[in-house]
């Protein structure tokens, strides 16, 4: 059997990873021996995804993939970026981030925006690069109550409803976070 880990300790990650990556065996930090936050202050999705799979190379030697992600809006040049989780600074917050996205956004008429999700997956100490993004817009009120981080303000192309407003299995089969690892799969599958 395939294994690999992944270098995440967020559990609602790591469920959804494990009902796509079926037939892999998927190991947590914990199984080999990290328990401490692994830094990342990288400048771009792609710099963070590596940082955090690279730690746990470096730890273990093992197959692992890290993922980054977050809310890119073109109007804002780009941000929140890799800033996401803490835009409106610290303790993470996801209301504030909406509420700082949402003022930063008033009277600007391109709301166009998308998320982006990047892994990185060392793979027999090869680097290799997935990419997921969903386009959409940002509106200016906060809809639904299902996701978590800028999901109330986020419609997809193509629906009418807010990220929030989709049931989570609707959600997670046209993520950004699905798409990067649905080609994953892929290249895991033809090296099989
Ligand atoms: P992470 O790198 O996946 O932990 O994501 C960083 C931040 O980007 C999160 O804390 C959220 O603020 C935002 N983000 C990433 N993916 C999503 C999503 O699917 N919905 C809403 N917000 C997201």
């Not at 890290?66 to 073109?74: E, F, I, R």
């Not at 008429?109 to 997956?121: G, K, M, N, T």
Request: with cysteine; aromatic share 12%.
């Amino acid at each position: 059997m395939f294994e690999l880990v992944f270098a995440s300790a967020n559990q609602g990650k790591i469920k959804e990873i494990h009902k796509i990556l079926d037939g892999f065996v998927i190991k947590g930090l914990r199984d080999v021996g990290i328990n401490e936050e692994i830094p990342e202050t990288g400048q771009t999705f792609f710099d963070n995804a590596f940082q955090k799979a690279n730690y746990v190379y470096q730890k273990c030697g093992c197959n692992v993939f890290a993922d980054d992600s977050g809310l890119v809006v073109n109007a804002l040049n780009g941000e929140p970026g890799v800033h996401s989780a803490i835009y409106a600074g610290y303790p993470k917050n996801d209301l504030k981030n909406i509420q700082l996205l949402l003022q930063k956004m008033q009277g600007i008429s391109d709301r166009s925006a998308y998320f982006i999700s990047v892994i990185c997956l060392i793979y027999q100490g090869k680097e290799y690069y997935f990419e997921g993004r969903v386009n959409g817009h940002i509106i200016d009120e906060m809809r639904g109550s299902n996701g978590f981080g800028y999901d109330p303000v986020f419609i997809p192309d193509g629906y009418n409803i807010t990220f929030a407003e989709m049931d989570n299995d609707l959600k997670n089969k046209i993520s950004h976070r699905n798409k990067a690892l649905e080609k994953m799969k892929e290249f895991l599958i033809q090296q099989k």
